[in-house]
């Protein structure tokens, strides 16, 4: 157990709706990622927070988005969704600061989207 | 351009020492991580070279050599529970973001 939560484990919708998964870190962590893996293309990064601000912006579509908020969980919003976003959604986080010398990151334990 | 990579499938028996490669290009870099990641969990952290050499931890050791963009990491002793994929990552300059490689399914048989 990485200490990192993440809610709802799995997620059954369909095609045009919204959905919202959420992320606790680790206690003190203030640093949280979240990743999209699917069968095709492996664990892509889509985007970092860092203390409440967007810290970095991977391969985010711009129907997604996120936040992290004053009690440092986050939320990953995915909007008009799409047969292709079918797919598991990681959220980690880390201990230090994003240029600090060493950065592991520690995974939750995902969340299994699937768009009907 | 950003590249990770590493062969997409391996297999070998219980007992066995198996060496799994990673090449890499990244624009910056700020060490190279291993994940080991059981189908439809979480990965976990099994090692982490930022500086060219041998990281020995246990029966996994992992390599870096920063001028040859490679590295692999070693498994010995396998056992059947260390089926799995191993993820290869590089962190970028700014610390921001980890660039995955699609994995390495390896499989193990008794």
């Known amino acids: 157990d990485s200490g990192v939560t993440q809610t709802p484990k799995h997620l059954i919708t369909a095609t045009g709706q919204r959905v919202t998964l959420r992320c606790s870190p680790r206690?003190?962590?203030?640093?949280v990622y979240w990743y999209q893996q699917s069968l095709d293309q492996g664990l892509q990064f889509l985007i970092q927070?860092?203390?409440?601000?967007?810290?970095a912006k991977g391969n985010i579509l711009e129907r997604f988005s996120a936040q992290q908020f004053p009690d440092l969980h986050s939320e990953l919003n995915l909007s008009s969704l799409e047969l292709g976003d079918s797919a598991l959604y990681f959220c980690?986080?880390?201990?230090?600061?994003?240029?600090?010398?060493?950065?592991?990151?520690?995974f939750g334990p995902g969340t299994r989207l699937t768009v009907l | 351009g950003q590249n990770i990579d590493q062969p997409t499938e391996m297999t070998a028996t219980e007992g066995a020492i198996v060496q799994i490669n990673c090449t890499y290009q990244?624009?910056?870099?700020?060490?190279l991580f291993w994940y080991q990641q059981h189908a439809g969990e979480a990965p976990t952290f099994l090692s982490y070279?930022?500086?060219?050499g041998l990281e020995e931890k246990g029966r996994f050791s992992s390599f870096l050599s920063r001028s040859k963009g490679y590295s692999y990491l070693l498994l010995k002793e396998l056992q059947m529970k260390d089926s799995a994929s191993y993820l290869c990552?590089?962190?970028?300059?700014?610390?921001?973001?980890?660039?995955f490689g699609k994995g390495t399914t390896l499989s193990v048989s008794s």
């Open positions: 990552a590089a962190l970028n300059q700014a610390g921001t973001a980890l660039i």
């Open positions: 206690s003190g962590d203030l640093s």
């Open positions: 927070y860092y203390n409440g601000e967007e810290r």
């Open positions: 980690a986080s880390s201990p230090q600061i994003p240029d600090g010398p060493y950065n592991e990151q520690f």
């Open positions: 990244t624009s910056g870099f700020n060490g």
């Open positions: 070279n930022v500086l060219d």
